[in-house]
């Protein structure tokens, strides 16, 4: 099983950015799929972003499109997320998780390793 570390979340205002970095174990991160999730209280864990192996297959949830960006570093065994234009309703615990076989999904089920999460928290 991969094993995921998120950090860099925080607190931000209404506007501001954040970026969240997620290090992985493994000598095969590099062929992994890997996404971003988030839980809002209350609510279920919802799609945030994904990326290929190889970087050039990227998919955004609409809520976040145009202001989020995901990245990898393979070399560096690391999958970041540029959070920009950030809004109260963005507050939520960001979850990074790998799927070792299989292309982008948008269904949580179907990644198979997850981080401990990290809050971000915006206020309006």
């Known amino acids: 099983q991969v094993q995921l570390v998120e950090s860099g979340g925080g607190s931000v205002q209404a506007g501001g950015s954040l970026r969240l970095s997620c290090a992985a174990s493994?000598?095969?991160?590099?062929?992994?799929?890997m996404g971003w999730f988030r839980q809002a209280p209350g609510k279920e864990r919802e799609f945030v972003a994904t990326i290929s192996w190889n970087g050039v297959d990227i998919y955004y949830a609409d809520s976040v499109k145009g202001r989020f960006t995901i990245s990898r570093d393979n070399g560096q065994n690391m999958v970041n997320l540029q959070m920009n234009s950030l809004k109260p309703e963005d507050t939520a615990v960001y979850y990074c998780?790998?799927?070792?076989?299989?292309?982008?999904?948008?269904?949580?089920?179907?990644?198979?390793?997850w981080g401990q999460g990290t809050q971000v928290t915006v206020s309006s």
């Open positions: 493994g000598r095969t991160f590099s062929t992994y799929t």
């Open positions: 998780a790998a799927r070792t076989t299989g292309w982008p999904s948008m269904n949580f089920l179907d990644y198979d390793s």
